[in-house]
């Protein structure tokens, strides 16, 4: 026991740990380097970057005289995508009218990066002599779940 004391203390007779400082090393191992990579800033990378690319689009209604007479209205876009046109799946288009939402219609989307959706004007009561009182806000995925920037084009009657 007496040699437990005499380890325990150095040559003056105080403890080791009286004296000693102390520092907290026990997630780095001693290494102060820290594993953050922002530098203490918070992560400013565009969260569309793996995203589907909307290129333009057309939101136009027309009147269909063969067959049955309707007017009918049609949505296109061309898209691309980060990691290939291939990799486009399909999205939706929201109908607006002033801050009014009407309808959320699919779209869908080719392998070529072509997307469109149709409807009569009378499914949504979107009428054709109204064109450009309609805004169509679209979004695309891709086949990775990755969402599209919405994309706002206001009604034309062709």
Partial sequence: MLLLLALACDKDGTSADDTATTTDDTSTNGDTS???DSG????TSDPFKD???IQGC???CYF???GDQFYNWRIECSVTDPQGVENVWNGTVDITKGNNSIATELVACDDA???STT???ELYGVYCSQANSYDFFIRIQD??????????VTGRQQ
Avoid: M, Q, V
């Fill in 64 to 66: 269909h005289d063969t």
């Fill in 40 to 43: 203490g800033t918070s992560d």
């Fill in 34 to 36: 820290s594993s953050d």
């Fill in 51 to 53: 995203s589907p690319i």
């Fill in 143 to 152: 086949w990775d779940g990755n969402l599209s920037k919405p994309y706002k």
């Fill in 113 to 115: 990066g072509f997307c």
């Fill in 58 to 60: 057309d939101a136009f």
């Fill in 119 to 121: 409807f009569r004007e």
